[in-house]
Nanobody
């Protein structure tokens, strides 16, 4: 069974940093692009960043460019999202997802994690 498990969220002051992790199992991680998304209650989920499987192409939402860095370790079956200079508006549940779609950014994702809460205090 394919599974993604996020961790690393928490409560942090504005200006601080966090590293979110996403551990994959049950599928060939190397073959999948990874995406990070976030959602605030009552609002639509938004894409934050994605990283291709082979060419290591990356894409970032304008709101996070220069502050967020996506990466992956295929040896560890793990994806990461380094978040710096956190702002209160970054408060959300963060989800990772994986896609085997050849298009980039992936138009759809096959597997999703359960999310990890990030709360930024002002």
């Amino acid at each position: 069974e394919a599974q993604l498990v996020e961790s690393g969220g928490g409560l942090v002051q504005a200006g601080g940093s966090l590293t979110l992790s996403c551990v994959a199992s049950g599928f060939t991680f190397d073959d999948y692009a990874i995406g990070w998304f976030r959602q605030v209650a009552g609002k639509e989920r938004e894409g934050v960043s994605c990283l291709s499987a082979i060419d290591r192409d990356t894409d970032y939402a304008d709101a996070v460019k220069g502050r967020f860095t996506i990466s992956r370790s295929n040896a560890m079956n793990t994806a990461y999202l380094q978040i710096n200079s956190l702002k209160p508006e970054d408060t959300a549940i963060y989800y990772c997802a994986s896609s085997r779609n050849l298009g980039f950014p992936p138009p759809s994702y096959a597997y999703w994690g359960q999310g990890t809460q990030v709360t930024v205090s002002s």
